[in-house]
């Protein structure tokens, strides 16, 4: 539910780019210089404080926690002057309108968990305070933890976030923290920023205790690593025009939060983790047009879709369409709680199930982008409302730069443009390959972007 945006401040809250702030004195906010950070989540505060962030025309919002009063946390930010309210639960209706009464002009934020997300309305920012911690996983041991899908498995949130735009969403934020008791390092960083921004969202920036520390005394290292996590901001903020971007592929996916949308680590990561292009449709947006242009259309909510959901389903198979119907009970008792990020073991399994189906369907197919040599990075192809743009986000989960990377490609353009966080940009050369075009990147870091027109 959002109130009444501050039109003092130097953005629309569309366009925060938000941060935790561990600090409370004045001087903290000269860190902010040369960042597009321009949204504070604090808990604590001083009236200079408040006075330099308007100076700066920052938006401070004041962080309610899981267990604290909202109506009580909205008086205290109304009374100190704040843009906002940040509530880290669900609210009902009820107490959402005793918020908003206790202080009407201010901005509310719910970052509540995942299965209580209010998918579909109208509030100009929809988030939650749960989020994986992206990179790959590493067993006892050292070893990488392997997936269904056979690749090193990559914690990710992009999944997660495809199936929130698919609502219609276009300002997701996701609130998660550093995992407690950790140090985590610049790359990581990195990885988190960027596995949001590439499926449209934006991770609100967290530190550890031990960086802030060091980035509070201005520590050499500190400061170069938040002057690259401000690049990669800035990266993705240079071009909000992605976050119209819609999803580009012949795979479709209908699936709901009741059958696991929104946890990591199903079917739509798994997909994601071949690189095969998908397209999340909601039940309640499943319509003869959101599967146009599909060749294969998965059905996750399996049999208990309605029956006029049922017959959009059936005139895309008669009209020459794939069709797989995930098996009776594939996700049946599944009930997502609070707790609740991934899948369960015995889901997992059933899922992996799904998935092997999936994967005999695309084969070697290019059902819209192919990629090689890229076992440890994530990727997400995007094409402009016109569709004369397309854009490639690729995130390297590795701690090292990925070279030779080969992007195959359906459909024909004329140019392609290699982007990265560091500000450079090259034209890379175009040549045919079957039902397409192929590129080849020399290398990419933590991220970079193929445009193609």
């Known amino acids: 539910m959002a109130l009444v945006a501050v ?91 005793q918020v908003a009464e206790a202080a009407a002009g201010l901005v509310l934020i719910e970052l509540g ?13 929809i988030g939650t305070r749960q989020g994986v911690w992206p990179g790959i996983q590493v067993l006892e041991g050292g070893a990488a933890k392997a997936a269904p899908t056979g690749s090193p498995w990559i914690d990710t949130n ?58 509070a005394k201005r520590e050499a290292a500190a400061l170069r690593d938040w002057k690259r996590m401000a690049a990669m901001l800035a990266y993705f903020e240079r071009h909000p025009e992605w976050r119209g971007y819609e999803p580009v592929g012949k795979l479709a996916v209908v699936q709901d939060p009741e059958n696991g949308a929104l946890l990591s680590g199903g079917i739509l990561d798994m997909i994601g983790a071949r690189h095969t292009p998908v397209r999340p449709v909601p039940v309640a947006r499943l319509s003869p047009e959101a599967l146009a242009g599909s060749a294969i259309t998965v059905n996750v909510a399996g049999a ?5 959901k049922q017959e959009v389903l059936k005139g895309f198979a008669r009209g020459g369409g794939t069709l797989l119907n995930a098996p009776a009970g594939a996700l049946a008792g599944h009930s997502p709680d609070a707790a609740t990020l991934t899948l369960e073991k015995a889901e997992l399994e059933r899922v992996a199930d799904l998935w092997r189906d999936v994967q005999s369907l695309i084969g070697r197919r290019n059902l819209g982008v192919r990629l090689f040599n890229v076992s440890a990075m994530l990727s997400n192809l995007l094409a402009s409302p016109d569709g004369k743009t397309v854009v490639l986000h690729l995130v390297n989960y590795f701690g090292y730069p ?26 890379l050369e175009i040549y045919p390959v079957e039902g397409g075009v192929g590129v080849d990147i020399p290398s990419v870091s933590v991220c970079a972007t193929l445009r193609l027109d």
């Open 7 to 97: 039109s003092t401040l130097a953005a629309e809250p569309v366009d925060w780019v938000p941060a935790r702030w561990p600090w409370s004195d004045p001087a903290s906010l000269d860190l902010i210089e040369g960042t597009p950070i321009n949204c504070l989540l604090v808990s604590t505060w001083t009236q200079a404080f408040v006075e330099a962030a308007a100076a700066r025309k920052l938006a401070l919002l004041s962080v309610v926690p899981p267990d604290g009063d909202p109506v009580a946390g909205a008086r205290r930010a109304a009374k100190a002057g704040l843009a906002g309210v940040v509530v880290e639960r669900e609210l009902p209706e009820d107490i959402a309108r």
């Open 113 to 125: 968990p995942r299965h209580r997300m209010k998918l579909g309305g109208a509030a100009p920012v």
């Open 158 to 215: 992009s999944g997660f976030l495809r199936a929130v735009r698919a609502w219609g969403h276009r300002t997701i934020w996701v609130g998660s923290v550093p995992p407690a008791g950790t140090i985590v390092l610049g790359e990581r960083y990195l990885q988190a920023i960027a596995d949001c921004a590439m499926a449209g969202g934006r991770w609100v920036v967290s530190l550890d205790s031990d960086f802030a520390a060091r980035l």
């Open 304 to 308: 208990e879709l309605p029956a006029a």
């Open 402 to 427: 990925v070279e030779s990377v080969t992007v195959h490609l359906e459909g024909t353009f004329r140019s392609a443009r290699l982007l990265s966080p560091n500000g450079t940009e090259k034209n």
